[in-house]
Structure formats: structure tokens, C-alpha cells
């Protein structure tokens, strides 16, 4: 798998082993916990995660093919849906190795498409620039807005004014890499769509907390989303794996929620979506092989 992405020879088996055992560890620790947030008289409600399961993380699928789609179309190709949702669920699956596995998936697709490396790897990093500006301007504008005052309004303020300042530039270079004439489309619908991205997180984290009987705003749970962008950003742990249910306890203390609880939301999505990533993977592969024997 790491030479297909990378086309080169992959890391060390033992490095490979090492890197995914101590993440396992990490993510281990983290469960556990994570569970001094769950109430002792808890009464588990079922369908909240069948939603997660069933809705939230297929759509969520279809959020990331519809930014790939965005992605190729700045870089100058048109990608059909069907193919989009391919390299969406084929990227995520990827995450899961110790290296921006996402990344590289997009990338060597735009490459197959006919755009340079500098060209992909450019409007790759540019939609996961866009990701994280738009996670931060919904995050901190959500927060300061509905709870003034039980959170720093000005911590809230700086995660909005960042936020800002990198949707602007996203759109700069919105402008400067998509093709003549179509760049003010172009940014708005990539924004349009990493406000679905983002939405379609936060409302994972609502599904997983309301299953668990655990209270949670609509903006705190915005800003949890926060912890998938920045463990994806970090790809030398695989999937994020403890990574990101440290951030997210790091993020559940800084808007009021127990750390516990952040962290626990992180373990159990990532438990219950994991499930549903591999079936899709093993349909797209499985559809592959009977193409290729027609």
C-alpha cells in the first residue's frame, strides 16, 4: 500500500509496527480514560449510533468526495461522482497508515488526471488549509456568540480571527491556481462544502454524546471537530489513532466540557465508524477486481 501511494520503498516493517503500537497504546489509555465520563447509571441509547453508523459516516464519505471533486476541478479536471467517492473512501482508508495517507491518495489521483506533483500536492494542501480555516471561523464564531462568558471571549475571538484570515487565503489561492474565469465558483463552493465537512463532524460527535447520555452544545460540539482536522494534519500516527481523542479532550476542556468526555466522543466514533470505513473500502475493492476481470 505505501508503494502504491508514495511509489517508493516503504519504512522499515519494524518502524511501521512500532509507530502503530504505540498508537494503539495511546488510543487504549485514551478509552479508558475517557470512560470516568459515563454516568454510572447509564442507560446506552442504540440509535444515535445506528445514525452514526448508517448516516453520519457515509456522509461524511460523501463530504470528502465532494471536496476531492472541488480539489480536481481547481486543478483543472472534471471527476465524476462515482470516482470522487472512490478516492474519498480510498483516502480515509489510507489515514490509517503511519504518513498523510489521505494526502497521497489525492494526490497520486490528480496525478493520474495529468496534474504535476507541484500542481496536486499544492490544491491538495490548499483544501486542507480550507478544512481547518472553516472548522476555525464555525468553532470560534459559534463560540463567542452563544456562550459569552463561560468561555474566553477572547481566545473564541483569536480562533475566529484565524479562521478568517485563512479562508482569505484559501480563496487567494483559490484564485491563483484554478483555471481562468472560474475561481470565484470555485472558492465558494469548496467553502460550501468544508461547511458541510465540518457540520457532518460535529454532528457525529452530537449522535455519539446524545447515545451516551452526555450533554453537548452545537458549538462545543463544532469545536471538537476541530480534533479530526488536526490529527489528519498529523499524519505519522495512523488514522490520528489516540491523537485525536487527545485533542479532543484537550479541546472538550478549553468549552466547558470534561476532558473525559472529549475524549471518550473521539474513541467511541472512531469505534463505531471504523466498522462502516472498511465495508466501503472492501465494496470499492471488490467492484475493482470485477472490472478488471470484465
Do not use: K
Amino acid at each position: 500500500m505505501l508503494r502504491w501511494l508514495t511509489g517508493r520503498q516503504p519504512a522499515s516493517a519494524a518502524t511501521e509496527r512500532a509507530v502503530l503500537a504505540v498508537a494503539a497504546l495511546l488510543f487504549v489509555a485514551a478509552f479508558v480514560f475517557g470512560l470516568r465520563a459515563v454516568p454510572e447509571d447509564l442507560q446506552l441509547t442504540v440509535w444515535p449510533l445506528v445514525g452514526l453508523a448508517l448516516v453520519a459516516v457515509p456522509l461524511a464519505n460523501v463530504a470528502n468526495g465532494l471536496e476531492y471533486a472541488t480539489a480536481a476541478r481547481i486543478g483543472g479536471h472534471a471527476v465524476p461522482v462515482g470516482e470522487a467517492l472512490e478516492v474519498s473512501v480510498l483516502s480515509s482508508a489510507a489515514n490509517l497508515l503511519p504518513l498523510p495517507g489521505a494526502a497521497l491518495v489525492r494526490v497520486r489521483a490528480m496525478r493520474r488526471r495529468g496534474s504535476s506533483y507541484r500542481q496536486a500536492l499544492a490544491v491538495t494542501a490548499l483544501v486542507g488549509g480550507a478544512w481547518l480555516a472553516t472548522s476555525l471561523v464555525l468553532a470560534g464564531g459559534l463560540l463567542a456568540a452563544r456562550r459569552p462568558g463561560e468561555v474566553d471571549d477572547a481566545a473564541a475571538l483569536a480562533v475566529l480571527g484565524c479562521g478568517v484570515t485563512g479562508v482569505a487565503l484559501a480563496g487567494v489561492a483559490v484564485r491563483r491556481l484554478a483555471p481562468a474565469g472560474q475561481a470565484t465558483v470555485l472558492a465558494a463552493g469548496l467553502l460550501a462544502v468544508e461547511v458541510l465537512a465540518v457540520a457532518v463532524a460535529a454532528l457525529r460527535y452530537l449522535l455519539v454524546l446524545g447515545a451516551l447520555g452526555l450533554d453537548v452544545t452545537l458549538e462545543q460540539a463544532v469545536a471538537l471537530s476541530v480534533a479530526s482536522v488536526l490529527a489528519s494534519a498529523l499524519g505519522f500516527v495512523p488514522g490520528g489513532l489516540g491523537l485525536r481523542e487527545a485533542l479532543a479532550g484537550v479541546i472538550a476542556g478549553l468549552v466547558g466540557l470534561p476532558v473525559a468526555t472529549g475524549v471518550l466522543a473521539a474513541a467511541v466514533d472512531r469505534l463505531v465508524g471504523l466498522p462502516v470505513l472498511a465495508a466501503l473500502s472492501a465494496g470499492i475493492v471488490a467492484r475493482g477486481g470485477a472490472d478488471r476481470r470484465r
